[in-house]
């Protein structure tokens, strides 16, 4: 794939970038590695208050930034905005916590002394999608950068502005050059560059396929990796729940960054007594979703982020059609300029089409019906993926009961499953392994050093 952003509202080419050369490749580790070697002895209250200028950058530039995510992978404006400043809010989450949560932790042993200290690793090479494109690099890259790390950024190819826009933050903030760098580069280069030697870990995000691959060469090379895949979330509506706020917060669940979040609810659940009157309320919500251009500020959901992914995603929805599948609203492309696709739901589904079993990336809904709260769970876990999980009733004993049997690396009970940086986030299964977010994220990429003295 060439490193491009292409409007997906409009279908056309805005800017080709290109490639990085081997040499450069080569250069810019060496180059990292030496703004690593130096970084590491400097002191937290030096790295807070650059990572606080960084917050302040994103805070001050919010608009112009938000634009960026916008032209480059589609998303409502209103929302990359909310991007933009929640990217803010874990650089500063970071900066005040990141000193606590390393402190040095006394044990007591035979030793007369014995303490276990954090100690960074180096460079850690952060391969990332294009769905949340600053805060999916936010999330790892303040925490390893406040834990004494440096960075490397293999971003997707299809949004390089926002790359080279996050390095120049990174920059302005006044953090040393190199220690965040971006690489311009395709996926077949990451195995050779987690060969390299200077590489000491590697946190991706994105599908199974790309997961499989760089799992596999991390453990040929013996690096630590933490692996943020995909997922199928079930969204779980009990007989006891609040049917309009569930209908409510199921829309958005699903439509959030148009259809397109690995933690969008992906299956509705819902128990044979409400099933009939959740559906008539769902369907007529998914109706009223204002379809437009992301730049306007009242789009509610806009393209999908490239063509092939619509052709994939169209491809879903015929199969499941063709299986079987009901069309309860839309089930077609928008015959319009660029990549757009109805708010659609489906039912009627079973094991063997894509919309039970497989990611849906893009505004469709699968609606299944369960006999009771037990089924409901037994269908929740009957998926290959364990991200996140929303589950909706009155009852919060029963929901807190439920909440230990879903397999999955959360539950959100009468809420949209939703990350935080004071919460662990991640999945199970082939959602991927390790975790990001609060003092578990920061862990991840430090060593976990003990120190006996006698
Ligand atoms: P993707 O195709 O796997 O791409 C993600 C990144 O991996 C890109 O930088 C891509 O580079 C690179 N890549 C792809 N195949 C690779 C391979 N074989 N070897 C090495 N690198 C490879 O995923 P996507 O379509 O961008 O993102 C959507 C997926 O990410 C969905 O499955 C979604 O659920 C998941 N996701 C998970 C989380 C989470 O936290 N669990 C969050 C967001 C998204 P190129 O662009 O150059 O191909």
Same mark, same amino acid.
């Given at each position: ?43 937290? %209250? ?5 990572? @606080?200028?960084?917050?302040? =950058? ?5 608009? +112009? ?28 989450? +970071?900066?005040?916590?990141? /000193? ?11 030793? &007369? ?41 293999? %971003? ?35 195995? /050779?560059?987690?060969? %390299?030697?200077? !590489? ?53 669940? @699903? ?7 690995? !933690? ?39 393209? =999908?982020?490239? /063509? ?24 077609? @492309? !928008? ?37 009771? &709260?037990?089924?409901?769970? %037994? ?10 999980? &929303? ?16 397999? &999955? ?30 003092? +578990? ?14």
């Amino acid at each position: 794939m060439s490193i491009q952003t292409i409007n997906p509202a409009t279908g056309k080419v805005v800017k080709t970038f290109s490639e990085n050369t081997r040499e450069e490749i080569y250069s810019s580790i060496e180059k990292t590695n030496s703004a690593f070697l130096l970084w590491r002895e400097t002191d937290f %209250h030096h790295r807070s208050v650059l990572m @606080r200028n960084a917050a302040m =950058i994103l805070r001050e530039k919010k608009e +112009y930034y938000g634009e960026i995510l916008t032209l480059e992978m589609g998303k409502p404006v209103s929302q990359a905005i909310t991007e933009v400043e929640k990217c803010a809010w874990v650089c500063d989450y +970071y900066a005040e916590n990141a /000193e606590t949560i390393l402190r040095e932790e006394f044990i007591a042993t035979d030793a &007369s002394e014995s303490y276990v200290r954090f100690d960074p690793i180096g460079i850690v090479l952060a391969v990332m999608p294009w769905n949340f494109p600053f805060w999916q690099v936010f999330r790892f890259a303040a925490p390893a950068v406040m834990a004494g790390n440096a960075a490397l950024l293999k %971003h997707a190819s299809n949004v390089p502005m926002s790359a080279l826009a996050i390095e120049e933050i990174f920059t302005n903030a006044g953090f040393p050059e190199n220690l965040f760098k971006t690489l311009l580069v395709g996926s077949s280069v990451v195995s /050779e560059i987690i060969d %390299h030697p200077e !590489i000491s870990a590697v946190t991706l995000t994105g599908s199974e396929t790309a997961g499989k691959q760089i799992g596999q060469r991390c453990g040929t090379n013996l690096k630590k990796s933490v692996l943020e895949l995909g997922g199928s979330d079930p969204f779980i509506v009990l007989q006891d729940a609040d049917i309009d706020s569930a209908v409510k917060t199921a829309v958005t669940a @699903r439509l959030i960054n148009n259809g397109q979040s690995c !933690i969008a609810a992906k299956r509705f659940i819902v128990v044979e007594k409400i099933f009939g009157e959740f559906e008539k309320k769902f369907v007529d919500a998914m109706k009223k979703v204002k379809v437009g251009d992301p730049m306007n500020r009242e789009t509610e959901l806009g393209p =999908i982020a490239r /063509e092939d992914l619509l052709n994939e995603l169209d491809e879903q929805v015929k199969k499941s059609v063709e299986l079987g599948a009901a069309v309860l609203c839309g089930g077609n @492309r !928008i015959n319009r300029e660029g990549y757009y696709y109805e708010p659609t739901i489906l039912s009627n589904l079973k094991k063997g089409m894509p919309a039970y079993d497989d990611e849906i990336f893009g505004p469709v809904a699968s609606l299944i019906k369960a006999n009771d &709260s037990e089924d409901a769970i %037994h269908i929740a876990n009957d998926s290959p993926f364990g991200l996140g999980a &929303s589950l909706w009733t009155s009852n919060k004993e029963t929901a807190k009961k439920l909440a230990g049997k879903i397999e &999955s690396g959360s539950v959100f009970i009468n809420g949209m499953v939703k990350s935080d940086p004071r919460l662990p986030f991640g999945g199970i299964k082939k959602s991927g392994y390790g975790r990001e977010l609060s003092h +578990y994220g920061i862990k991840e990429f430090v060593n976990i050093k003990t120190v006996w003295i006698k």
